[in-house]
């Protein structure tokens, strides 16, 4: 990967393109689906869904899709919302992955997309089991001891992960996902900003909403958000910064 210069900025006189990737079965599936729908409007991008939730029908889906990104494309964003643990996501029949999803669009897969740059937004748990009788955490089983996760060998990514490894990601059923919550509050008011500083503009906004036992929210009490459930403790791995890795070789402004 070549250095990283300031002053160069990708050239988006093309088509932008956005693909999302969601388990309706999440409780927060609807208003984030809804924060997505709303980025690709005001960014102008052309979207696409999957509609296969097994492991062999999106992997398909996924190349499928792949095959129909021409030279005329300028830049990727692709969502992915789904219950999880580290380093993969949970589908119908088992679990897949990141890094299978990843390579699909890598230099080597996608020709279409070399040299342009591609926005992974990853809103699912990585690596903690979800807490019983809790339907608010985008997990589903243990991921066993912690390990480091391999990143892909791509330039021009920028990989937005909602947590950072070992914790839970935060969706509530009728706002959403913080994470998607944010990121349409500082879109819509910052046009002036490159992909990286509005990213970090969202995760000052997200630690601001932190308590000691993950987040809180001015739409109800914790009580009401959370009905039979004892509190948590002060160490309960929930919510906490993006992890946010950076492969842009230039600066990407929408």
Sequence with gaps: MRAYR????????????????????????KPDLQYVLNFCKQNKFSL????????QGLMA???????????DVCCLTLFIMAHG???????????????????????RN??????????????????VKQCSKQ???????????????????????LFLYAVCPGKLAIG??????????????????????SMFDLFTKVNGRLEKRKQRDGFQTDRASRSQLTPQIPPRRATAPMGGPLHIVDRLTQKWYL
Excluded at 13 to 18: I, K, P, T, W
Excluded at 61 to 71: A, D, G, T
Aim: a negative charge; charged letters at 30%.
């Design 48 to 55: 696409y869904k999957t509609k296969q939730f097994t492991e």
């Design 110 to 127: 996608c020709p279409a997309l070399r040299g342009k740059p591609k926005l992974f937004v990853i809103q699912a748990c990585r690596g």
């Design 135 to 157: 339907p608010c955490f985008d997990a589903s089983e243990p991921s066993g001891e912690l390990q480091m996760s391999l990143w892909p060998l791509e330039s021009d990514v």
């Design 85 to 107: 643990n580290l380093g993969h996501i949970k589908v119908s029949n088992g679990q897949i992955d990141l890094e299978r999803i990843f390579e699909v669009f890598d230099n």
């Design 6 to 29: 300031t002053w160069e900025k990708y050239k988006l006189d093309g088509r932008r393109v956005a693909l999302i990737v969601c388990d309706t079965s999440r409780p927060a599936s």
């Design 172 to 193: 509530y059923p009728d706002t959403g996902s913080p994470l998607l919550e944010e990121m349409n509050n500082v879109f819509s008011q910052s046009d002036s900003m």
């Design 61 to 71: 889906e996924l190349k499928r899709f792949k095959e129909i990104l021409k030279e």
